[in-house]
Structure formats: structure tokens, C-alpha cells
């Protein structure tokens, strides 16, 4: 039996902090992995030139992906920068997550929102309704208001 997957979608805002911890808490209670995710909008790829192989990483852009960890030294986690496909379109980091989800057989989705709402969530789109509508798996989603407690 393989072992369950937890995916932490981060984007580094206080949010994503609030969302750690829960996806922490829900990795060590049912013996999971934590992948932690960041969907990078920067261009991976070469423009206007063939280009085989995967994308090129930026270390810094790494660096601050791994610094995101469990406070819980016993949860087992892996980092992953994801990018979208090569395009002109802008990334869309929802379908980046729901993509990679499914790639990956995760059980769980953990993923913070800022807690738009109506008109504003039909103007900025939102990344957390996008993977709630089309997660293959169930999606916490935790809003945070105010400021965060330890």
C-alpha cells in the first residue's frame, strides 16, 4: 500500500502560513506525505527558440520554496516548483495544481485563500475556487482573517 499525499499549495502569504499548519497537522495524523508546491509565473522556458528538457530552475525562487517547512521536524515533506506549459498565455496557477494533483494520485489538496468574495473574486479569478471545482480529490481551503497566532 502506497503511502497517502498531502499537496500544500503555497504562495507565500499569510494565508498560505494559516494553511501549513493544518496541512501539517493532517500529514502527521494520517502518516502522509507533504508535498509543498509554489506555482512560479516566471518563464521557464527560452523564448522564441526550441527548447527540450524541463524547465530552468531559478535558485533563488528555490531558496524560498524550501525554506517553507513543517514546524513538526516528524512530518515527511518534499518541495516541488511547478511551472504551466509553455505559452504565451500567462500561468495559471489553479490548473497547474489540479494538473500536477492528478499527475501525482494525491488524496488532499490543503491551499489557503484570502478570503475574496463576489465581485472582487469574479474580477482578480481565484486559484482556490479553480482547484475546488476541479480537484480530483478533496480541497481544504482555510481562510484567515486578522492577524495570525502562534
Do not use: N, Q
Amino acid at each position: 500500500m502506497s503511502r497517502k499525499k498531502i499537496l500544500f499549495a503555497t504562495d507565500y502569504s499569510e494565508a498560505s502560513e494559516a494553511a501549513l499548519r493544518i496541512a501539517s497537522e493532517l500529514a502527521r495524523v494520517e502518516d502522509a506525505l507533504l508535498l509543498i508546491v509554489h506555482v512560479s509565473t516566471e518563464a521557464p522556458y527560452p523564448v522564441g527558440e526550441l527548447f527540450e528538457g524541463g524547465p530552468e530552475e531559478d535558485p533563488e525562487e528555490l531558496k524560498k520554496l524550501h525554506a517553507v517547512r513543517p514546524k513538526d521536524p516528524e512530518v515527511v515533506c518534499e518541495h516541488r516548483l511547478l511551472h504551466g506549459e509553455p505559452s504565451a498565455e500567462p500561468v495559471k496557477p489553479g490548473r497547474v495544481i489540479v494538473e500536477f494533483a492528478k499527475k501525482e494520485g494525491v488524496d488532499k489538496i490543503v491551499i489557503g485563500t484570502h478570503g475574496m468574495a463576489g465581485l472582487g473574486s469574479l474580477l482578480t479569478g481565484s486559484v482556490t475556487e479553480y482547484v475546488l471545482r476541479h480537484a480530483p480529490c478533496v480541497v481544504v481551503a482555510v481562510k484567515t482573517t486578522g492577524t495570525l497566532k502562534a
